[in-house]
């Protein structure tokens, strides 16, 4: 059925007049309140895929919405530019990195542009760009100055074939180079660091103040992972009182009675001392292996192919468990990590799981010091009790045992009460070309000095040649590598390293806020007026790293005198989106798997495809991308087009009256106020798809009222309907409807600059609705009642119903729970 407009004529031309008339550029001076809505800037990877439809719609819908609440609303877009997937390309097909992001950048562009997504395009930020690496650098010696960055020893991925540093995702699953084959290394390299974990408990405490999805911030808190306990010394046996200990962290010190055995990381320094010449080839085994997994893997419960008993295994050495006085063995593992605590742990099989697991793998002993309840058919127990076999914590419940154990440590001096933090500061060095460069020279006699900030910024040479190693041409590009000392003017050395590309995502927003600065990051006093971000929409993924990153650096900066003024927090409300799966796999380029919407936009037009994203099911939820889309996709345009026969084409079909309005008229204008009052709540709520759901069902209503009405259209109750459709759906379908509202309401009629509906609370309240009554909870009889039903009335019509005394048969009720106008449960 051919339809009654032609789509992408008029998706093209509203997408024209908003840019051309800046419908959505804001500037500090507005009048207006203010509103900040951001999606994540994305990693410009070519055209756009359904994800980003999926985010960027529910962003706009978000910015046209406020903007007709009445709101300055700052919409900015930008590209988070730099990465390893533009290098990698460079490698494989000559191409510059710039030249290939900055294509994939156009093509991601115009898609956002296809879908009709308004943002104020003057704001663009692209990480690549020098005007924005100028201020990563400035921000990166400002924190140096400030104590914030420095430099130390940290382990990376090498590639002895390559002779290379490798990215996490360049090391395959097997633990070789994706490229040469040979077998990853570990290998220690000075690089740089901020020093996140200076702000861990503000980071944590701060959690509590923002409205955030739950998960988003547990997730956050078990990384920052604060946990209060006590460190102490356990004697190693064989190497007298002088540095023979071994330090241990524990949270449950009122378990040590059941120490059994010690466990060390491979890389502690103990390891080499205590090992035998008998356990010597077991343990490099183990240290051999944990060189090829990242310190994720580690942690997990789970590595294929790696039993608990391949991943650890005995030094040969023992110490003493102090609380008992007895040795224990020691051994090496790889769940242990070096830079989580002291690097050893006590463990405790009959009350950690892993331990208890790692234990039985190995045959060793297990002593239960907490009594599990009867009925416990072994296992670990985890849980609360009461002390067993625990010396003089015996009786004692497990808080007060602590505290006893802790004192006994304390005044015994073995040990004292300490925090430790799973934070560990941010690596921010990569050895790669394509990133913002470290600003930093190294001197002979002056050591590592900042390039001074007249001299910013360092841009990377164009003329350099990119090897199928992947090793990072500035180190052989002599002319960059090679300058002289800020300082006394002597030789010296550039950093060739480049920043890790999360620093360019850890402040972008407040730059967004005043780009046009050429004198400061941004005007501290304009970013105030619009930060924190109101709301701000990415995927899941970024629930950890990017976001604390950016939490902390929000905080450096104000710390450091760049952002004074502006919250600490730079994020007021999140969102995280669903993924869309294909095939029950996430879309995503590396899979092949991607649905380009431009065959969508070359159809039934970006409305449909919108309105789909927006109708498919509650927005943070995951969806299947199936077979039956395309025909959910088409519905969704046969209903635009049954929208636009309801809103344009009516004179040809009706005849239209004035005067009384009917029954029928008023009723059609309850439900015009009903509409506005749930789309309204509904987008508050982000309830989108039941928005959807309502305009579908009251253009039903309304194609009835056009049929039934044999008297006539009275014609202000249909053209209060049919605008209230069209404002409502302005910004989940900003194209047709916008054509629409023009075609009602005269050339230069303008549906995006219009107020967003009110409603009349009276009017919006149904006339009846139905309570269901039950009789110890199954269903007895459903009755039609006013809205503002008394309870005493909601009761007396359920005990007066028919079916309900048939039930009773004259019993008496023992209590009756009333929940009007809904629900009347009686119990008998």
Excluded at 30 to 54: E, F, I, K, N, W
Excluded at 466 to 490: A, I, Y
């Amino acid at each position: 059925m051919a339809r009654p407009f032609d789509v992408q004529e008029i998706e093209q031309k509203w997408q024209r007049l908003w840019a051309d008339e800046g419908s959505y550029e804001v500037d500090a001076d507005d009048p207006r309140p203010s509103q900040y809505v951001l999606c994540m800037y994305p990693y410009p990877s070519g055209p756009a895929h359904q994800g980003h439809v999926r985010n960027y719609t529910f962003g706009d819908l978000l910015v046209r919405h406020r903007t007709m609440q009445g709101f300055a609303v700052l919409s900015p877009f930008g590209f988070d530019s730099f990465g390893l997937p533009a290098e990698n390309a460079a490698i494989r097909t000559g191409t510059h990195p710039r030249t290939f992001t900055e294509e994939r950048i156009a093509e991601l562009k115009a898609s956002v542009v296809a879908l009709g997504a308004v943002y104020d395009w003057r704001r663009q930020i692209r990480s690549h760009d020098p005007s924005y690496m100028r201020w990563n650098q400035v921000i990166f010696l400002r924190l140096l100055q400030a104590g914030l960055a420095y430099r130390a020893m940290a382990p990376v991925n090498w590639c002895p074939g390559c002779q290379t540093v490798l990215a996490n995702e360049q090391v395959l699953a097997d633990g070789t180079c994706e490229r040469s084959g040979d077998v990853v290394i570990q290998r220690d390299l000075e690089q740089w660091f901020f020093r996140i974990t200076s702000y861990a408990d503000e980071l944590l405490a701060d959690l509590e103040t923002l409205d955030w999805p739950e998960r988003v911030k547990t997730m956050q808190r078990n990384w920052v992972g604060r946990s209060e306990g006590v460190e102490f010394d356990l004697q190693v046996v064989g190497h007298g009182a002088e540095g023979g200990t071994l330090r241990v962290f524990t949270t449950r010190p009122d378990t040590s009675f059941g120490m059994t055995y010690a466990v060390v990381a491979p890389e502690h320094p103990l390891v080499d001392v205590i090992t035998t010449d008998a356990q010597r080839s077991a343990v490099d085994e183990v240290r051999t292996a944990v060189a090829h997994i990242t310190e994720h893997e580690r942690m997990s419960s789970d590595i294929e192919g790696q039993t608990l008993a391949k991943r650890g295994a005995f030094t040969g050495g023992c110490v003493v468990n102090p609380f008992s006085g007895e040795q224990i063995p020691v051994y090496v593992a790889d769940y242990v990590l070096m830079r989580y605590g002291t690097g050893a742990i006590m463990a405790v099989p009959a009350e950690d799981e892993r331990d208890w697991d790692f234990a039985h793998a190995h045959g060793l002993p297990v002593v239960r010091t907490t009594r599990p309840p009867e009925g416990f058919d072994g296992g670990a127990w985890t849980g609360d009790g009461v002390k067993e076999n625990s010396g003089f914590l015996d009786g004692l419940d497990i808080t007060a045992a602590k505290e006893r154990a802790i004192e006994w440590l304390e005044a015994e001096g073995l040990g004292r009460r300490t925090v430790n933090y799973r934070l560990r500061d941010w690596l921010v060095s990569r050895q790669r070309f394509w990133g913002c460069p470290i600003p930093i020279i190294y001197c002979p006699e002056h050591g590592a000095v900042g390039v001074p900030e007249d001299q910013l910024p360092v841009v990377a040479p164009d003329d350099v040649e990119f090897l199928p190693t992947g090793e990072s041409p500035l180190l052989r590009h002599s002319t960059f590598r090679h300058t002289t000392c800020p300082v006394c003017g002597g030789p010296a050395e550039r950093e060739t390293d480049t920043m890790d590309t999360f620093v360019d995502s850890s402040w972008y927003f407040l730059r967004f806020c005043d780009p046009w600065s050429e004198d400061r990051p941004f005007d501290p006093a304009i970013a105030a007026q619009f930060m924190p971000v109101d709301q701000y929409i990415g995927g899941i993924e970024h629930a950890i790293l990017h976001l604390l990153y950016a939490r902390f650096y929000t905080r450096a900066l104000i710390d450091v005198g760049l952002a004074p003024g502006i919250p600490r927090e730079p994020f007021r409300r999140l969102f995280t989106q669903g993924m869309i799966r294909l095939d029950h796999k996430k879309m995503s380029k590396s899979k092949g798997n991607l649905v380009a919407p431009t065959k969508y936009f070359n159809t039934v037009g970006a409305d449909a495809l919108r309105l789909f994203h927006l109708f498919a099911g509650p927005p943070a939820d995951d969806m299947d991308w199936s077979a039956q889309t395309d025909e959910i996709i088409q519905g969704c345009a046969r209903f635009l087009d049954r929208v636009w026969r309801l809103t344009v084409e009516t004179d040809a079909e009706v005849t239209w009256r004035e005067g009384e309005q009917t029954d029928s008229d008023v009723a059609l204008t309850r439900s015009v106020h009903r509409l506005i009052a749930k789309v309204s709540d509904d987008m508050e709520r982000w309830s989108f798809n039941t928005s959807v759901a309502a305009c579908m069902e009251f253009a039903n209503d309304l194609q009835g009222y056009r049929r039934e009405a044999s008297a006539g259209i009275h014609r202000s109750t249909y053209d209060a309907a049919a605008d209230a459709l069209l404002l409502l759906l302005a910004p989940m379908t900003p194209h047709v409807t916008a054509e629409a509202w023009e075609r009602r309401h005269g050339p230069g009629a303008r549906l995006h600059t219009q107020s967003w509906p009110t409603y009349d609370p009276g009017l919006a309240r149904a006339e009846r609705v139905t309570m269901i009554v039950q009789v110890n909870g199954k269903l007895k009889d459903r009755i039609e009642v006013v809205p503002d039903i008394s309870e005493a009335d909601a009761i007396a019509l359920a005990l007066a119903s028919e079916r309900v005394m048939e039930e009773l048969q004259g019993k008496v009720p023992s209590r009756i729970v009333a929940r009007p106008p809904r629900l009347v449960n009686i119990v008998l």
